[in-house]
Structure formats: structure tokens, C-alpha cells
């Protein structure tokens, strides 16, 4: 059974550019959520999709955006990037449809530096 | 705004001690919480949770209380082991499946 799959592992970016980190949710799961950790914190919420919509998003700029495809797997963008947009970012999928089942498994992160 | 917090940022322990993480949380409507694992270079991995009509759940070496009256919350794990160091966080919810409100963690040390 596949957990929670994200790429790239690592990634280097320039202040100002575009980035796109990809996520692969937990075999049969409908739902991804993303996370924003930066070093030495707990991870904070970004935004989660469901059924190919946005349904509910965290304190984060517009600058952050995300998509899901019909396949369940999802992106997250972020423009115009900052050196304070360094961290790790984690997906986490998780089964919306089943009642009761609040447990979200996290994939092991996308590691962006922004120099 | 509405937050999960730790006591400790550090927690030392020499192997075979039990260890007590604790967590203070702020939303009385919260209705779900979690820790987690983390370590180094990888994603958050699910040890536990407890439904807030629930007091104390049970697994394996690790138990999880919720005293819903000081909003507090802690994790006790029997006889530690190295392979136990690594950053604990618990989180919250107050609806299935939605954001999930991290603190900022404990790093547990373990020393054989």
C-alpha cells in the first residue's frame, strides 16, 4: 500500500521565482492537505483540497496556490517567492468520505531553500 | 488566535525511563487531538489520538491523557528507547478532516 509520495526532495530556488512541489496522496485517500514547517517550528496550514476545489485555507498569501487533479494528486505553487518562504513542505492526505477518520498521513516533505 | 502549545522545547531521558510530553492547547471546541512523531529530514509519522470524550487511550508504550478542563494534554511513553528520539508535536482539530493546528514541539534526547 503506497503512503504518501512528494516531489521533489530538495529544491533550490532564486528569490522572485515560481515553484511547483507535487504530491501524491496515500493509496484510496480523496483529500490533500499542505503544510508549510519551517525550521524549528510545527507545521502550519496552508490549504486543503477536496474534490478538485479549495476547501478551506490557512493564513498564507495569494501568492500560494494549489491544484487537484482527478486523480487525487495535487500541487502547490508558490510566486514570487521570498527567503521567508524557505521550509519543508508536507502533504498530507487523509479520507474526507469516511466518518469519523480524522487521521492525516504526511509524505516526507519537499525541502525549498530560496536564496 | 487559536494554538497548540508545549511546555518543554527539550526533554532528556536515559533509556528505559518513561517519558511525559506535555501539551497545552487553547480551543475548548477542539474535538480531536494527535501526536507525532518527527524525525530528522522526515515527514510527521501518527502515534496516537483521543477524541476529546475520552480521557486516557492506550498503545503500544504510549499513552495520550486529555484534561479537557485545563485544556491540557500529554503523552507518556514506557520504558524509552534511542529510537524514540525525535520531535513531538500534538495537533489539533475541531472538525474531521479539516486543518490540523500544530505546537511548536519537544525534542525528546534519549541516552543509552
Known amino acids: 500500500d503506497a503512503g504518501v509520495t512528494q516531489s521533489p526532495t530538495h529544491l533550490i530556488k532564486t528569490r522572485g521565482q515560481q515553484v511547483t512541489l507535487r504530491c501524491s496522496p496515500k493509496s484510496g485517500h480523496d483529500t490533500v492537505s499542505w503544510y508549510q514547517q519551517a525550521l524549528g517550528q510545527g507545521p502550519q496550514f496552508i490549504f486543503q483540497y477536496y474534490e478538485e476545489e479549495e476547501r478551506q485555507r490557512g493564513n498564507f498569501p495569494d501568492r500560494f496556490s494549489g491544484h487537484q487533479f482527478p486523480n487525487y494528486s495535487s500541487e502547490l505553487n508558490v510566486n514570487a517567492l521570498l527567503l521567508g518562504d524557505s521550509a519543508l513542505y508536507l502533504c498530507a492526505s487523509s479520507l474526507l468520505a469516511l466518518a469519523g477518520d480524522y487521521e492525516q498521513y504526511f509524505g516526507p516533505g519537499t525541502r525549498l531553500t530560496v536564496t | 488566535g487559536e494554538s497548540v502549545g508545549l511546555h518543554l522545547p527539550t526533554l532528556s531521558v536515559q533509556e528505559g525511563d518513561n517519558s511525559i510530553i506535555n501539551c497545552a492547547y487553547s480551543?475548548?471546541?477542539?474535538?480531536?487531538f494527535i501526536w507525532y512523531k518527527q524525525e530528522s529530514g522526515k515527514g510527521p509519522q501518527f502515534i496516537i489520538d483521543i477524541r476529546s470524550n475520552m480521557d486516557k487511550r492506550q498503545g503500544q508504550r504510549v499513552t495520550v491523557l486529555l484534561n479537557k478542563t485545563v485544556k491540557h494534554l500529554s503523552l507518556q511513553i514506557a520504558a524509552t528507547q534511542p529510537g524514540d528520539s525525535a520531535v513531538y508535536f500534538c495537533?489539533?482539530?475541531?472538525?474531521?478532516?479539516?486543518?490540523?493546528?500544530f505546537g511548536k514541539g519537544t525534542t525528546l534526547s534519549v541516552s543509552s
Open positions: 495537533a489539533e482539530n475541531t472538525q474531521a478532516g479539516t486543518a490540523l493546528i
Open positions: 480551543n475548548s471546541a477542539s474535538d480531536y
